[in-house]
């Protein structure tokens, strides 16, 4: 018995009590994730933690949906403020995320959802809850939305804290070419990333492949597919699991959408489809033809892709959350600048692909460091919007998007895609008014905030010349 327990990777709260008194278990990692999709939380005894914790859930200061990623308190929140003290929330544990975490001595993991102090309703400022809420009104509309997220990353020589010692500057790629599908490049990096595939699986998160990317140190690690809350927990799962392996080897790894000007960036690709609500019948799959494809699809489909591409300048401050992310909108880099679609074409934002039960939508807009539950939240939204009123796609686009004239154009800078969010009717109605203006005030602190910072270019650029 106590072999298959050490062997199973999600586990029941039974089996968890057994780990620790088995003295396997010695630590539950109990977390959340914040806007900037982290995994913030306590390190808590497996003892107490079962005793307590597994009915009761842990308190957190709410000022952590209210601050920067400096953990600075940042005025103007209406959830969470100086003048209202800054008091708790309760984080209930959801036990069907409950797992090993076996990259780490004897720990197990949780999520957990964020719920008032004062009864258990769910924070709707909460990441976790934004998107379940839509989960629940793809359920109402009758739908299951799977989907899954491609996500890469560099992998960098200089640790975490060589790169700090170094302000971040000059750091080293592991690897000094493109490495896109070479196997030769992609093995001196195995020690590292064949440890971020083993601890994924035996920790319950199943992963189907890893490949170089389209850039020196650049990786890719696929993890299956899923219905979109388990996705999302599965997608914080692996960052935090391959940054903490990284770390451990004394190496860093990044999930910033551009790291350096003269790389690719690193994105995060996400497939869409509609399921029946037990997950068994694919609604995509139908009888009319896509033009110049041999694709077979249904109104479903059609409406679905109407839906993300009506919406996708409004979406894309939840693809691209940083003044960073908008550098990786480059032409001929893979990262879309048009909105169009196409089948099997990476130079549009919406590339269609697979046929019959594996027909998707992929999303190539969001970038590698967006928040995972916002970006699944703002596709459901916008495709349940797509359906419900019938909204037509363009015409499918042959040939380089990137060449193309007159194609709406995905937004450029961070303030852009705040305008387009903010305006926008759906997510009002969908996410809700306090959601969206919660969005708003945490984007333009981001803004904000570099505007207010001296970077290094202006110092050499204009410090004797200006």
């Not at 009758?142 to 989907?147: L, S």
């Not at 650049?218 to 960052?239: C, G, I, P, S, T």
Request: proline share 5%; hydrophobic share 40%; glycine share 8%.
């Amino acid at each position: 018995m106590a072999a298959l327990l050490r062997r199973s990777p999600i586990l029941t709260h039974d089996q968890l009590r057994d780990l620790v008194a088995q003295g396997d278990v010695d630590t539950v990692l109990t977390v959340f994730p914040d806007f900037y999709g982290r995994l913030v939380g306590k390190r808590i005894v497996g003892r107490y933690f079962c005793d307590e914790v597994l009915n009761e859930g842990m308190h957190c200061c709410n000022y952590l949906l209210a601050c920067d990623m400096e953990m600075d308190p940042v005025p103007g929140y209406r959830f969470a403020s100086w003048e209202q003290g800054y008091g708790d929330v309760r984080c209930v544990p959801d036990l069907s995320t409950l797992r090993r975490a076996t990259w780490l001595e004897h720990t197990a993991i949780v999520l957990c959802d964020v719920v008032e102090e004062e009864g258990n309703a769910l924070v709707s400022v909460a990441p976790r809850t934004i998107l379940k809420r839509q989960v629940e009104r793809a359920a109402a509309a009758g739908v299951r939305v799977m989907t899954a997220s491609e996500l890469e990353f560099f992998v960098l020589r200089d640790s975490y804290a060589a790169a700090e010692r170094k302000h971040f500057h000059d750091l080293e790629p592991f690897g000094w070419y493109l490495e896109d599908y070479h196997t030769l490049q992609g093995r001196r990096l195995e020690p590292l990333v064949g440890q971020i595939r083993h601890h994924l699986e035996a920790s319950g998160v199943p992963v189907e492949f890893s490949k170089g990317e389209w850039g020196p140190g650049q990786h890719e690690v696929n993890v299956r597919y899923a219905d979109a809350l388990e996705m999302a927990d599965r997608h914080v799962l692996y960052k935090q699991a391959a940054k903490e392996i990284a770390d451990q080897q004394n190496l860093s790894l990044t999930f910033m959408a551009k790291v350096d000007e003269r790389w690719a960036g690193s994105s995060m690709h996400v497939h869409s489809s509609l399921w029946s609500p037990d997950g068994a019948t694919p609604l995509f799959e139908g009888e009319s033809a896509i033009p110049g494809t041999r694709v077979r699809a249904t109104d479903r489909f059609r409406w679905w892709l109407g839906g993300l591409m009506t919406h996708a300048r409004a979406s894309t401050l939840l693809f691209a959350p940083y003044v960073n992310s908008y550098k990786r909108y480059q032409a001929g880099s893979f990262a879309p600048t048009g909105i169009a679609w196409s089948y099997d074409n990476r130079t549009a934002g919406f590339r269609v692909v697979g046929h019959g039960r594996s027909l998707r939508v992929e999303c190539r807009i969001p970038g590698a460091d967006a928040n995972p539950y916002l970006v699944f939240a703002a596709t459901i939204a916008a495709g349940l919007d797509g359906v419900r009123r019938h909204l037509e796609p363009p015409p499918m686009f042959t040939g380089d998007v990137y060449k193309a004239e007159g194609l709406p154009q995905v937004p450029r800078s961070l303030p852009e895609a705040i305008a387009e969010f903010e305006a926008s009717a759906l997510f009002r109605e969908a996410l809700g008014a306090d959601v969206v203006e919660h969005l708003v005030h945490f984007a333009r602190t981001e803004q904000r905030k570099f505007d207010e910072v001296v970077t290094s270019w202006e110092r050499r650029r204009y410090l004797e010349r200006a």
